[in-house]
């Protein structure tokens, strides 16, 4: 014996599926009255809308009608789709745009706390407090604080060596 069909069927209904999800691109098929439509909601509104002008022009006006009722149908799940989706972009920009607000109202307030903590600028030529030298045992010397108590040495200039007589440089030449 087979197992019945039941089974398998809960087992499917246990899937969600949203339908609205991008609907634009999503293929459906759609099982008109001459047999499967399959394609985008557009491509299968162009579909139906050739097939009922087809219906038209060979003189059967129920076949058309149905064939419009059908593309009207996807057409209306096409509107839809479409005006959800532009929907979504809206919120989309909107929450963009309060990101870079938000962004640009905390870097203002950074920049005025960095200016507002920033150490004042003295005034006069005076150096300030922390340059001023101190005569503590526990500090180290540091190189900028050796110059100041040591004396500038002097530069160096070239000595000009003292003039001697040529004809005593030369040296006598031996045959």
Not at 64 to 69: G, L, T
Not at 71 to 97: D, F, G, I, N, V
Not at 165 to 170: H, N, R
Request: proline share 7%.
């Amino acid at each position: 014996m087979r197992p019945s069909n039941k089974s398998r069927q809960r087992k499917n209904n246990n899937r969600r599926q949203n339908t609205n999800v991008n609907a634009v691109n999503r293929v459906f098929d759609s099982s008109g009255p001459s047999g499967k439509v399959r394609g985008t909601p557009q491509q299968i509104v162009e579909k139906y809308t050739m097939m009922a002008a087809d219906a038209t022009l060979a003189g059967d006006r129920v076949a058309a009608e149905n064939y419009q009722q059908h593309s009207e149908h996807y057409s209306r799940m096409l509107t839809a789709a479409l005006k959800e989706q532009a929907e979504k972009q809206a919120e989309h920009q909107k929450q963009q745009q309060a990101q870079q607000q938000a962004h640009q109202a905390r870097q203002q307030r950074d920049a005025e706390q960095k200016t507002r903590s920033a150490p004042p600028t003295p005034v006069d030529d005076q150096p300030p407090m922390a340059a001023v030298e101190t005569k503590n045992t526990d500090l180290v010397e540091t190189p900028e604080s050796s110059t100041a108590s040591k004396p500038k040495s002097r530069s160096r200039t070239r000595q000009v060596a003292p003039k001697t007589d040529d004809a005593a440089v030369q040296a006598p030449v031996t045959e």
